[in-house]
């Protein structure tokens, strides 16, 4: 059965102050926590989902078990793409916003020359026009556990509103290409643990 593990870490990072001013900004961690979650798509159907919130409440897991992309011969095309849209209620005090700043892909991919696969989610706030995006492309001939750390450009960065909460919203998917209908590929667990860890890490800056 695969398994996509998605980590949310919380309240960690300090935000990057103007220059003289050294102080971490950062909210009371036991003030942070996630209030509920809602989720929909083709790689997390309702009842496919477990979760665990780790008893301080700062780090939030999401079990997958159907986020799998697969491709080749025999292959429904439906099954080339998955996605799974997430909708995380965060609570945290007033006079703080926050933002993604990086997230961790672990996993393992196995693609045959000539396919091509993509790893990316999308992350915005409710209610907000910017949107902040991190993918990982693999290109065949592939075959092996892989990590991927990808850092969001400080350009990109999206915050949440001041004054008032809103819904942290991740769309995500894993999709795989090919011109070829003769070969085969898939992005499944990890060899090692059974797990694909997602790690999305966060930065605060006070209003």
Same mark, same amino acid.
């Given at each position: ?63 997958? #078990? ?6 080749? /011969?025999?292959? +429904?095309? $439906?099954?080339?793409?998955? @996605?799974? *849209?997430?909708? &995380? ?63 969001? #450009? ?6 949440? /509103?001041?004054? +008032?909460? $809103?819904?942290?919203?991740? @769309?995500? *998917?894993?999709? &795989? ?31």
């Amino acid at each position: 059965m695969f398994a996509k593990i998605f980590t949310l870490a919380l309240a960690a990072t300090a935000y990057a102050l103007p220059a003289g001013n050294a102080a971490v900004v950062s909210p009371d961690p036991s003030q942070v926590s996630i209030k509920g979650i809602t989720y929909g798509g083709s790689g997390c159907p309702q009842g496919s989902l477990g979760s665990y919130i780790s008893a301080d409440r700062q780090t939030f897991t999401l079990i997958f #078990d159907q986020y799998v992309a697969s491709i080749g /011969p025999g292959v +429904a095309i $439906a099954q080339n793409r998955k @996605n799974c *849209q997430l909708n &995380l209620d965060l609570r945290y005090p007033g006079g703080f916003q926050y933002s993604i700043f990086s997230t961790v892909y672990r996993g393992y991919v196995s693609l045959d020359a000539g396919v091509n696969g993509l790893q990316s989610s999308t992350f915005y706030f409710s209610g907000e026009p910017g949107q902040t995006t991190t993918s990982t492309t693999f290109k065949g001939p592939i075959d092996g556990n892989y990590e991927a750390v990808d850092n969001v #450009d400080l350009a990109s960065t999206v915050w949440s /509103p001041c004054g +008032a909460s $809103a819904a942290l919203n991740i @769309n995500s *998917q894993v999709r &795989l290409t090919s011109n070829s209908s003769t070969v085969s590929g898939l992005i499944t667990d990890d060899s090692i643990d059974g797990k694909i860890t997602f790690v999305v890490g966060l930065q605060w800056q006070k209003c």
